[in-house]
């Protein structure tokens, strides 16, 4: 188990970028896909972009292709979300999660969450 704290969030402008930490705790964190979604008022959680243990090999959901990067620093034991081009659409609470062995898509699949930050972009 790890315990995840996310920062970074806040309100910007449509266009602007915004990077989120997503810091971890414990040992383990080298064994652990990392990822990000994000939740809307009155929608589903949606996937937003994960990476593996390594740092090797990332997904992101359709929405954010070329415009969000996920990285990580196992040395800091932190997972990073770059966001450009925000959109209002972008507009949620962001998560990050985390599960071992190989990243997922699918937020059933994490076992690890932080509690959220908040990330707003007006027009």
């Keep these: ?18 990077r989120l930490s997503c ?19 009155g929608k589903e959680r949606e996937f937003v972009a994960a990476i593996s243990p390594s740092g090797g090999s990332t997904d992101y959901g359709d929405s954010v292709k070329g415009r969000f990067t996920i990285s990580r620093d196992n040395a800091k034991n932190t997972v990073y979300l770059q966001m450009n081009s925000l ?18 898509a699918l937020d059933y699949e994490y076992n690890n969450w932080g509690q959220g930050t908040q990330v707003t972009v007006s027009s």
């Design 23 to 41: 810091a971890a705790s414990g040992r383990t964190f080298t064994s652990y896909a990392m990822a990000w979604f994000r939740q809307a008022p």
């Design 87 to 104: 959109k209002p659409e972008d507009t949620a609470v962001y998560y990050c999660a985390g599960r071992t062995l190989w990243l997922s």
């Design 1 to 18: 188990q790890v315990q995840l704290v996310e920062s970074g969030g806040g309100l910007v402008q449509a266009g602007d970028s915004l």
